[in-house]
């Protein structure tokens, strides 16, 4: 990013620095040799597989010299292959300065390819036992390791027709062994091989150099298309990876929604089973006649307890305020305090306060004598005594409030209409009004 100073009317103003931009300066060179190195890393790693099955599948002994031939032909394309892939890296990464760390399928490509040397060379002493070497057999055999140990452009760029002649060949057999093509034990050739036999003018007719230039061609092509397929099938396998872990995480996501959902049945379950139990328990209570719904305001006798604080309690009088979760709170009348009991300890009398204490109910609502049945109403509405007969409002006493205390059945609350005749001997007056 950058800014500018500016100097207007003598002073110095600077600008708001400019977003930040970054420019790739890497050469359209450079970053199609950082593809090459990429996707021959990719192959060289198919070589060491290639290599390290090869020497796996070649365990134990040879049966006869046919067999030994064969494995001899199948170490070596492997070999090969590997030796070119290996050389293939390296040329690019000093040609694009980088570092072997870079990479990844250098070094386990090169301790398959040293691994393979032992097994190679015992193959050839097995086959020197078997059978009697012939020159061209001998010369091959020379060839093939040469394109194993990598050393075979350098001898095609120095070597001269009297050593292929001390070699057992020359220069017509060796050019049969590059351009034989796929046939059963052909020599797996690179492209710089190839490459140094079509410039040796002095050994090969104009022609056979010119074929050997197409089949350096080719064999570059080849190697371009396995270094592509090799990143293709690496990008198909980090694909499928990633693919693989987020079914995997999926699947982990969905376990535990269905944990958690399974444990909110599990929760609602058993919440609704402690509510059925405890509907059962209470309708069992309320059916022995242990537990009766106290409604606010009605008067109990408390009674069970057993504690040292609650024993004093036994067999005095409450009124019920309310109901907080499965117990009652009750203001007790020895000493007016608040104390919250189990249904099972309340015994309900019957009548409520109000009943007892007249003055502290709705008195505005007129009323009937339950004896003389005089109406009273307007400013006689709170009268506590009939004015005609003098009966208490609610035709019942404190005394027989503590009958009713001590009977363990609550009494029957007598109620009569206003159209039913009294049962007392005292005559009715005529109906007077204040």
Excluded at 160 to 184: C, F, I
Excluded at 274 to 290: D, H, L, M, V, Y
Excluded at 330 to 347: E, I, M, Y
Aim: with cysteine; charged share 30%; hydrophobic share 35%.
């Amino acid at each position: 990013s950058w800014f500018a100073m500016l100097h207007i009317n003598g002073q110095s103003v600077k600008t708001p620095h400019s977003h930040e931009s970054r420019v790739d300066l890497t050469s359209l060179e450079q970053k199609r040799r950082k593809e090459l190195i990429h996707s021959t890393d990719e192959l060289a790693k198919q070589r060491a597989g290639d290599v390290q099955f090869t020497l796996r599948k070649l365990r134990g002994p040879s049966p006869d010299h046919l067999e030994i031939e064969r494995r001899c032909d199948l170490l070596h394309e492997v070999v090969a292959r590997g030796r070119s892939t290996l050389n293939r890296l390296l040329d690019l990464l000093r040609a694009d300065g980088s570092d072997e760390s870079t990479v990844t399928g250098l070094k386990p490509l090169m301790e398959a390819l040293e691994l393979a040397g032992p097994a190679k060379e015992s193959l050839e002493q097995q086959l020197e036992v078997s059978s009697k070497k012939d020159s061209l057999k001998s010369f091959k055999r020379h060839v093939a390791g040469l394109l194993e140990s990598g050393e075979a452009a350098a001898w095609l760029r120095t070597v001269e027709e009297s050593d292929l002649k001390n070699l057992g060949g020359e220069p017509n057999r060796l050019y049969q062994l590059l351009v034989e093509g796929r046939v059963a034990h052909h020599l797996e050739l690179d492209a710089a091989t190839l490459e140094a036999a079509s410039n040796r003018t002095d050994l090969f007719t104009s022609k056979q150099c010119e074929v050997l230039e197409t089949k350096r061609q080719e064999a570059e092509e080849c190697v371009g298309k396995e270094a592509e397929r090799a990143m293709e099938q690496a990008k198909e396998k980090c694909a499928a990876e990633a693919k693989e872990r987020a079914e995997l995480a999926a699947m982990k996501k969905n376990a535990t929604e269905e944990e958690k959902k399974q444990e909110l049945l599990e929760a609602r379950f058993e919440a609704e089973r402690q509510a059925q139990s405890a509907a059962i328990r209470e309708s069992e209570q309320i059916a022995r006649g242990i537990v009766v719904e106290h409604p606010a305001n009605s008067l109990v006798e408390i009674q069970g307890l057993k504690s040292r604080d609650g024993l004093p309690l036994n067999n005095t009088i409450g009124t019920i305020v309310h109901k907080k979760g499965g117990r009652y709170v009750v203001q007790c009348q020895v000493d007016g305090k608040l104390r919250s009991f189990l249904p099972a300890n309340l015994k309900n009398l019957g009548f409520s306060q109000d009943s007892l204490n007249p003055a502290a109910a709705n008195t505005t609502k007129s009323w009937n004598c339950e004896v003389c049945t005089y109406l009273h109403e307007g400013a006689h509405a709170d009268a506590l005594v009939c004015e005609i007969c003098n009966n208490r409002r609610d035709n019942k006493s404190p005394s027989s409030f503590a009958a009713v205390s001590n009977d363990p059945q609550p009494q029957e609350h007598v109620v009569r209409s206003k159209k039913e005749k009294p049962t007392t001997d005292v005559q009715p007056k005529p109906k007077v009004k204040a």
